[in-house]
């Protein structure tokens, strides 16, 4: 390396000393700042909730905004995140029960919401998740409610009906699918494979082409087929990145789904629902009563007063054979006035109207 060269690379690494200083003792400056908002509230109210989904939305979208890269917007937000995460663990740190096992792509949804710094526990079944919400043991729940390849998750949809539980965010997790395998076992002999019955079918194609002769064992979670396989014979799992790392199992053919697409969509639950961020989406279910053109009469309001619906599901009601109830998703807060009116005119011509909550659109 020549002399100029050298010198200019002892001088940047001297400036990326001093940023890095610089970036510490603002980050401790903001941790200050979130301990005196602490003190305050609690001062006012001390059982105050520190974490607020539509300020942590506002704060990211203006980050986002601002970022003038190199680093993606993207990808800023998600440091930022980290240290709002960190910085709220100061405060209060924030108990979030999720769909387990632990290493399930549910919990690997609520870091990505939440932050590293958050206090994640699994749950055996989606119930249990809204259970421990209800109950107050928990801040607030992760489930999953959609993915793009398989569709709508029906035991969330169904558990809704019986809840008093609010949804309050949402984050959308791009799944990617490997073929994992422990130290025991080589890529040849494979002979078996665990997974979830959703990634079997989400992998489909690729199992087909590579191992159509392994024997497919569906199994209650990837992370529970990760945990089979770590000490098995001639066996492999279908798992996401969480569950590999979690049982130390190898990689040997990574990102196997069908649809370089595929995405699931959480629901963050919890017990206060989440005031205007800017950018918002609102969850409701609906009865109608069983008559012609009830459906109809369900969706013109929406049309008229221009509500943009993202989703549209029919599910079997608990109070009678051949009685469907609608879930619906559209963007808008159920407090601006445009969106008010309209669930006004819903209510009037359904039989039942519950509005599940209205909460900031998923950021990440």
Same mark, same amino acid.
């Given at each position: 390396?020549?002399?100029?060269?050298?010198?200019?690379?002892?001088?940047?690494?001297?400036?990326?000393?001093?940023?890095?200083?610089?970036?510490?003792?603002?980050?401790?400056?903001?941790?200050?700042?979130?301990?005196?908002?602490?003190?305050?509230?609690?001062?006012?109210?001390?059982?105050?909730?520190?974490?607020?989904?539509?300020?942590?939305?506002?704060?990211?979208?203006?980050?986002?905004?601002?970022?003038?890269?190199?680093?993606?917007?993207?990808?800023?937000?998600?440091?930022?995140?980290?240290?709002?995460?960190?910085?709220?663990?100061?405060?209060?740190?924030?108990?979030?029960?999720?769909?387990?096992?632990?290493?399930?792509?549910?919990?690997? &949804?609520?870091?990505? $919401?939440?932050?590293?710094? /958050? *206090?994640?526990?699994?749950?055996? @079944?989606?119930?249990? %998740?809204?259970? =421990?919400?209800?109950?107050?043991?928990?801040?607030?729940?992760?489930?999953?409610?959609?993915?793009?390849?398989?569709?709508?998750?029906?035991?969330?949809?169904?558990?809704?009906?019986?809840?008093?539980?609010?949804?309050?965010?949402?984050?959308?997790?791009?799944?990617?699918?490997?073929?994992?395998?422990?130290?025991?076992?080589?890529?040849?002999?494979?002979?078996?494979?665990?997974?979830?019955?959703?990634?079997?079918?989400?992998?489909?194609?690729?199992?087909? &082409?590579?191992?159509? $002769?392994?024997?497919?064992? /569906? *199994?209650?979670?990837?992370?529970? @087929?990760?945990?089979? %396989?770590?000490? =098995?014979?001639?066996?492999?799992?279908?798992?996401?990145?969480?569950?590999?790392?979690?049982?130390?199992?190898?990689?040997?053919?990574?990102?196997?789904?069908?649809?370089?697409?595929?995405?699931?969509?959480?629901?963050?639950?919890?017990?206060?629902?989440?005031?205007?961020?800017?950018?918002?989406?609102?969850?409701?279910?609906?009865?109608?009563?069983?008559?012609?053109?009830?459906?109809?009469?369900?969706?013109?309001?929406?049309?008229?007063?221009?509500?943009?619906?993202?989703?549209?599901?029919?599910?079997?009601?608990?109070?009678?054979?051949?009685?469907?109830?609608?879930?619906?998703?559209?963007?808008?807060?159920?407090?601006?006035?445009?969106?008010?009116?309209?669930?006004?005119?819903?209510?009037?011509?359904?039989?039942?109207?519950?509005?599940?909550?209205?909460?900031?659109?998923?950021?990440?």
């Amino acid at each position: 390396m020549s002399s100029d060269a050298s010198a200019r690379l002892d001088a940047l690494r001297e400036r990326i000393d001093q940023l890095d200083c610089d970036i510490l003792h603002l980050i401790s400056e903001r941790a200050q700042c979130a301990q005196e908002v602490a003190e305050v509230k609690l001062a006012e109210d001390p059982a105050t909730l520190f974490y607020r989904p539509e300020r942590e939305a506002q704060v990211l979208r203006r980050i986002m905004a601002m970022n003038k890269g190199p680093l993606s917007d993207e990808e800023m937000a998600r440091l930022f995140r980290e240290v709002m995460s960190a910085c709220l663990a100061l405060e209060q740190p924030v108990k979030v029960a999720y769909l387990g096992p632990e290493g399930t792509f549910t919990q690997q &949804a609520a870091l990505k $919401h939440f932050g590293e710094s /958050a *206090v994640s526990l699994p749950m055996a @079944a989606i119930d249990e %998740v809204f259970r =421990e919400v209800e109950a107050g043991a928990v801040h607030y729940g992760v489930v999953p409610v959609e993915n793009s390849t398989e569709g709508v998750v029906n035991h969330t949809l169904d558990t809704f009906l019986e809840s008093s539980i609010h949804i309050c965010g949402e984050v959308v997790l791009r799944i990617h699918h490997h073929l994992l395998v422990g130290e025991n076992t080589r890529r040849d002999k494979i002979s078996r494979i665990y997974s979830h019955p959703q990634s079997f079918a989400q992998c489909r194609k690729w199992l087909d &082409a590579h191992y159509p $002769h392994a024997e497919r064992v /569906a *199994v209650a979670s990837n992370a529970e @087929a990760s945990r089979l %396989v770590k000490t =098995e014979w001639h066996s492999a799992a279908i798992a996401g990145d969480m569950a590999g790392k979690l049982y130390g199992l190898e990689v040997i053919a990574d990102k196997v789904e069908d649809r370089p697409d595929n995405s699931t969509r959480f629901l963050i639950i919890g017990n206060r629902d989440a005031p205007l961020s800017g950018s918002d989406k609102t969850s409701l279910v609906v009865a109608m009563r069983n008559q012609p053109g009830a459906l109809h009469d369900l969706l013109e309001p929406f049309h008229r007063h221009q509500i943009d619906m993202t989703r549209l599901e029919t599910r079997p009601s608990r109070s009678g054979v051949w009685n469907y109830v609608f879930f619906i998703d559209f963007v808008g807060h159920h407090e601006e006035p445009r969106v008010a009116a309209m669930l006004d005119e819903v209510r009037l011509r359904a039989a039942d109207l519950k509005v599940l909550g209205s909460y900031p659109q998923g950021v990440l």
